[in-house]
Every structure is written in structure tokens, then in C-alpha cells.
């Protein structure tokens, strides 16, 4: 009896020791990194979910970090990050034959718009003139052309089209008269208006196209299917406080953004409606993002959405919050 008592006495805190090491591997967070190309409200989704504490209840310990768009979807694909937000450029990506594929969608159409000179009244006024565009092949040029081929103008017939780079040098080129029109984000709308410039066209208000969403690798997949879950249900988790709570999002944008309270508030106010509840990707819009990215690529064989999209451990994540897929 003795014997059993020392051998008791000797091997409990050994056995305390292991389950707490245990209990501590059990309860410790997924670390993950996960890219966005900008720090706006574009990109809002995985802010919220790291500032709001969403990626924390789901036990995932995230890191966002803000990437060129082409060297995301290449560490995406390598493995030297988890996760990426940039849509268009997983689709493109995939398509290519790069071992990635979109698993959910957050923002269903880019935050972009057509803003004008003052005396143009209609996009179709804009034939023959010309546009300020980012860079050649980015979802903003993208979006511009598909606001134009909406409202009837051919783009590359009827337009010239040129590139000016950041936010700052499209509206300088539309002040000081170098272009027509130029493709930009809120809050530029308020801020044109000041000058004078009119919105004649918002991507969210004539199509979907999805901009922002989670992209990941294959064989994190395969892998970690839970982590992948887990990550979704944290970014759905964010966009509803995003629709719901204005206050909280404008203070987060605010810190996000390292912005003004009066810029944040305009920059929701805009694109608030282009949040999604439920991380679905919309039919029409994952078509037309395979679309285009195929006529960059000049791809000519029929994609599927199968080859750029798996929509399995959004359908459980949505399931898990009690929500009712579409």
C-alpha cells in the first residue's frame, strides 16, 4: 500500500504536467496569414475579424498582412502564406493551372465608379474620351470596362484607356484635365463632388462580380479542412457586424485605415450594401470573373466553376451558424 502511495506521490505531478501541456495543444489557435492589397474598406472583412475578436473565437490566431496582388496568389500558391482575400487574382491563378481555388465570396461586386467632369451626364457621353484606369488587368481597370460595355460603350473601340497608378494621380489627372473619367473608391464620390465631378456609374448597383473573398491552397484543402472552416466562419461573422453595427465599423475603419472619422463614415456609408451575409460566391458573378480572367489569359477551352472554386466547407461553416445556404 505504501509502495502504491509513493508511486501516486511521484507520477501525479507528472501526470498534472502532461494534461496541462495537453490542454494547452488542444486550446492553442491556428496561426495563419492571410493577404490583402490594401488597407481600405475594400478589404474590411479580415480587419473586422482580426479586430473584433472573430478570428479569436474561432480559435485562429491570424496575421494580415498587405501584399501586391501577383506575389499573393505566388506565396499562396508555395505556401508562404495561408490565405489570400483577392478573388479576381485566385480565379486567374487557377485557371492557369496553379493549385489554388476560391471558397468563399465577401464582397459580391468591387467598390469601384466611374467619376467624371461636370459635364458629362451618361457613360455613353463618354465615347471617344478618355479614361484613367490603375494598372492594366486590376479589378478597378476590370470594372471600368464592364461599367462601360453596361451602359453600351465598347471600351477598347471607344475609349482610350491609360494607366495613372494610385488613387491620388486619377483624381490629379482628372482635375487638371489629362482624362474624361476615371475608375475610383469611395470616398473619392464625396470628395469629387467638391471639385465639381459627377458619379455616373457604381459597379455594385449593374452587376456581380466578386472582389473579395478567400482563396487558399489546395492541399490546405486536403489538410486542414477545420482550419479552412473555421477561417470562413470568421470572416461571415465579420461582414454581418460590418451590415449591422455602423458605429463599431467606422471606429474600426478608422484605426484600420488610419483615416478620419468623416472619411470612414463616407467610405461605409457608399459601400456598406456590398457586404454580403452569408459568404456565398453568386453564380453569375464567379462566371464572369472565370470570364475574364480567361480573355486575359487568352484562354479559349471551357472552365468550369470546379477548376477555381470549392464551395464544400463554406456550405458547413454556413451550417454551423445556422445559416441556410443559396
Known amino acids: 500500500m505504501t509502495k502504491i502511495k509513493t508511486r501516486l506521490g511521484i507520477s501525479a505531478p507528472l501526470f498534472i504536467l502532461v494534461a496541462w501541456f495537453l490542454g494547452e495543444v488542444a486550446n492553442a489557435a491556428d496561426k495563419v496569414r492571410i493577404s490583402v492589397s490594401s488597407l481600405d474598406v475594400a478589404f474590411f472583412t479580415p480587419a473586422v475579424a482580426l479586430k473584433r475578436g472573430f478570428f479569436k473565437e474561432e480559435d485562429i490566431d491570424a496575421e494580415v498582412i498587405r501584399m501586391n496582388a501577383n506575389i499573393s496568389v505566388t506565396a499562396l500558391a508555395t505556401g508562404d502564406i495561408d490565405y489570400t482575400t483577392i478573388f479576381g487574382s485566385v480565379v486567374r491563378a487557377a485557371i492557369r493551372g496553379l493549385p489554388v481555388r476560391v471558397v468563399a465570396s465577401f464582397l459580391d461586386s468591387p467598390t469601384q465608379m466611374l467619376l467624371s467632369r461636370q459635364e458629362f451626364t451618361a457613360v455613353k ?46 483624381f490629379t489627372a482628372l482635375k487638371e484635365g489629362i ?10 464620390d464625396v470628395e469629387g463632388r467638391k471639385f465639381g465631378f459627377r458619379v455616373l456609374a457604381r459597379a455594385y448597383e449593374l452587376f456581380n462580380f466578386p472582389f473579395v473573398g478567400l482563396g487558399v491552397n489546395v492541399k490546405k484543402l486536403s489538410d486542414k479542412p477545420d482550419e479552412v472552416k473555421r477561417v ?40 456598406v450594401r456590398v457586404f454580403n451575409a452569408d459568404g456565398n460566391i453568386p453564380e453569375d458573378g ?7 480572367a480567361m480573355k486575359d489569359a487568352k484562354v479559349t477551352r471551357q472552365v468550369s466553376a470546379a477548376e477555381v472554386a470549392d464551395l464544400t466547407l463554406l ?3 454556413q451550417k454551423d451558424l445556422g445559416i441556410k445556404g443559396r
Do not use: H
Open 315 to 317: 456550405r458547413e461553416a
Open 125 to 170: 457621353e463618354l465615347k471617344g474620351k478618355t479614361l484613367g484606369v490603375s494598372t492594366f488587368g486590376a479589378t478597378a481597370d476590370v470594372a471600368a470596362r464592364m461599367m462601360f460595355r453596361y451602359s453600351g460603350v465598347d471600351p477598347e473601340k471607344d475609349m482610350k484607356i491609360i494607366a495613372l497608378g494610385a488613387d491620388q494621380a486619377r
Open 179 to 188: 482624362v474624361d473619367v476615371i475608375v475610383i473608391s469611395p470616398p473619392a
Open 232 to 271: 470562413i466562419k470568421a470572416l461571415i461573422k465579420a461582414n454581418r457586424f460590418i451590415r449591422s453595427n455602423r458605429d463599431g465599423s467606422i471606429q474600426t475603419l478608422m484605426e484600420w485605415g488610419r483615416t478620419s472619422k468623416e472619411n470612414a463614415s463616407l467610405s461605409y456609408d457608399s459601400v
Open 286 to 292: 464567379l462566371q464572369a470573373v472565370i470570364e475574364a
